[in-house]
């Protein structure tokens, strides 16, 4: 069956960097475009980031707030997606997800094909 499995996550003072690393199974991770998504406490979830198919130009989009601090990029030989955040700040602490998706005219559609989510991993931006 399908699984993500969010990793990468914890404490980092404001200005602080992360890594976080989502690894994908049971579904062909090469032939879709993947998403990170964040989760602040009491708040919706929010699209951080997509990166489509090597085939599809690995092209990317940002939010505003993650665009010129974060970086996503995939490793389809181990099926794993990343994120690396940087210049972090308070805002930016949540819950982090990964999911799956398509590409539709530069923008992410279709979300969450599988009906399936991660467990995710706390990013908390703290001095």
């Known amino acids: 069956q399908v699984q993500l499995v969010e990793s990468g996550g914890g404490l980092a003072q404001p200005g602080g960097s992360l890594t976080l690393s989502c690894l994908a199974s049971?579904?062909?991770?090469?032939?879709?475009?993947m998403i990170w998504y964040r989760r602040p406490e009491g708040k919706g979830r929010d699209l951080v980031a997509a990166?489509?198919?090597?085939?599809?130009?690995?092209?990317?989009l940002y939010s505003d707030s993650a665009k010129g601090r974060f970086t996503i990029s995939r490793d389809d030989n181990k099926n794993t997606m990343y994120l690396q955040m940087t210049n972090l700040n308070h805002e930016d602490t949540a819950v982090y997800y990964c999911n799956v998706g398509y590409w539709c005219n530069g923008n992410v559609c279709f979300e969450d094909p599988f009906s399936t989510w991660g467990q995710g991993t706390q990013v908390t931006v703290s001095s």
């Open positions: 049971g579904f062909p991770f090469s032939a879709y475009t």
């Open positions: 990166v489509t198919t090597s085939g599809n130009g690995g092209d990317t």
